[in-house]
């Protein structure tokens, strides 16, 4: 008898050690859960179609993970600046309101800080040809690895009028001429731009909806 039972007492040992062992890699390996679609990441910025499918071209996967976003934090800041008037000198450090790693691939991560500021900036000569020039909000423009959008955020008294600065960084290895990453980056910002004005209720942001056309002229 207790010979039978040693025997049943290892083996629902062996049992529990196989049970622990195969539920252990979930350390090492972001859960499935982790891994979200386009539609679903930083808040569904990207649910529509036109965003998601340029998220998807931009990043060279299907599924993301968005776990060092802060939306929050940047929704915050944004809040805090509008307690008061802006000095021509106030710059902070973008908050990170959307980062994003691709699933199953090695590709680089995309990154889409914002920050308030008290009026967009003019555009330099020598940046003109390194980039191209978008309709929305005040100012969009993108190269293939670097876009950025400002539009003003008019909010009811007593809260003040800021420019909010969308700046989106790219995975690398597109070439500079890329017309098709740049047209995505710039979807993307402004894609976030809206988002962000929704969440604060700005008025009057100008930011155009789905993909923003190429300025003429």
């Not at 007492?9 to 679609?37: K, N, Q, R």
């Not at 910002?189 to 969440?199: D, G, L, P």
């Amino acid at each position: 008898m207790r010979s039978a039972l040693a025997r049943i007492g290892a083996a629902v040992a062996v049992a529990a050690l196989l049970t622990s062992c195969s539920g252990g890699d979930g350390g090492e390996a972001a859960p499935e859960s982790d891994h979200l679609s386009a539609a679903e990441v930083c808040g569904g910025f990207a649910k529509d179609p036109a965003t998601a499918a340029a998220l998807e071209g931009a990043m060279g996967a299907k599924r993301f993970s968005d776990n060092l976003s802060e939306p929050e934090e940047a929704l915050a800041a944004l809040r805090d600046a509008t307690r008061a008037p802006l000095a021509d000198s106030y710059r902070p450090q973008p908050v990170k309101y959307c980062w994003l790693l691709p699933k199953d691939t090695e590709g680089d991560s995309l990154v889409i800080g914002v920050n308030a500021i008290r009026r967009a900036p003019g555009m330099h000569p020598e940046l003109l040809p390194k980039v191209t020039m978008y309709t929305s909000g005040l100012l969009a423009y993108s190269s293939s690895g670097l876009g950025k959008v400002y539009f003003s955020c008019r909010l009811k008294a007593p809260a003040h009028q800021m420019v909010v600065e969308t700046t989106i960084q790219g995975p690398g290895g597109f070439p500079q001429e890329d017309m098709e990453q740049r047209t995505r980056l710039v979807t993307l910002a402004n894609a976030t731009a809206r988002q962000i004005s929704a969440e604060l209720g700005c008025q009057d942001d100008g930011l155009a909806k789905g993909v923003p056309a190429e300025a003429k002229g």
